[in-house]
T-cell receptor, first 114, second 113 residues
Framework: AQSVTQLGSHVSVSEGALVLLRCNYS??????LFWYVQYPNQGLQLLLK??????LVKGINGFEAEFKKSETSFHLTKPSAHMSDAAEYFC????????????FGQGTELSVKP | ETGVTQSPTHLIKTRGQQVTLRCSSQ?????VSWYQQALGQGPQFIFQ???????GRGNFPPRFSGLQFPNYSSELNVNALELDDSALYLC????????????FGPGTRLTVL
């Protein structure tokens, strides 16, 4: 069965520091992977997605993620954190053929200190 | 192009009641998926509708049911509400292909007392 594990339920960084949010997946087939961000009392906004093209995926707001098959990982990074990056981040794997459903990790709350 | 919209924004019900949540999909999308997000958790897949037919269901009891209309908007109905049904209910629309993106609405916050 396909699954996603996010390491660290809470990550705190200083403004301007590197952001690294970890995601590992389990999949018996080539995965389609997503990162979403959720601000308080809002829905989910897509940051980026991997669908078997380039292994380094660039998203919105300066975020990027690298697909590493050997490590079954899809970690999210941003070189320099901004206060506005404080939010909940979810990694997800898509399963199924047509349409498909998303299986989400438990989420990582990112705090940014001034 | 309008995004995914959901109504109502917030809802308070008592145990045993029934509730209907609504979702309008993004223009050009024929697939709607519903997710339940309990406090402090990741979203859990409830079910998906593709061209008015159910196209997959998660581990939710039959009292969770849905509909999709010819304009691809959708409803989620929950009967015999339980306290554990309190959650944020998210709707996502997509074009239905294997690699497409699901775009989420703002959600409906349901509180069951």
């Amino acid at each position: 069965a396909q699954s996603v594990t996010q390491l660290g339920s809470h990550v705190s960084v200083s403004e301007g520091a590197l952001v690294l949010l970890r995601c590992n997946y389990s999949s018996s087939v080539p995965p389609y992977l997503f990162w979403y961000v959720q601000y308080p009392n809002q829905g989910l906004q897509l940051l980026l997605k991997y669908t078997s093209a380039a292994t380094l995926v660039k998203g919105i707001n300066g975020f990027e993620a690298e697909f590493k098959k050997s490590e079954t990982s899809f970690h999210l990074t941003k070189p320099s954190a901004h206060m506005s990056d404080a939010a909940e981040y979810f990694c997800a794997v898509k399963v199924g053929n047509q349409g498909g459903k998303l299986i989400f990790g438990q989420g990582t709350e990112l705090s940014v200190k001034p | 192009e309008t995004g995914v919209t959901q109504s109502p924004t917030h809802l308070i019900k008592t145990r045993g009641q029934q509730v209907t949540l609504r979702c309008s999909s993004q223009s050009g999308h024929n697939t709607v998926s519903w997710y339940q997000q309990a406090l402090g958790q990741g979203p859990q897949f409830i079910f998906q509708y593709y061209r008015e037919e159910e196209n997959g269901r998660g581990n939710f009891p039959p009292r969770f049911s849905g509909l999709q209309f010819p304009n691809y908007s959708s409803e989620l109905n929950v009967n015999a509400l339980e306290l554990d049904d309190s959650a944020l209910y998210l709707c996502a629309s997509s074009s239905g292909s294997r690699t497409d993106t699901q775009y989420f609405g703002p959600g409906t916050r349901l509180t069951v007392l």
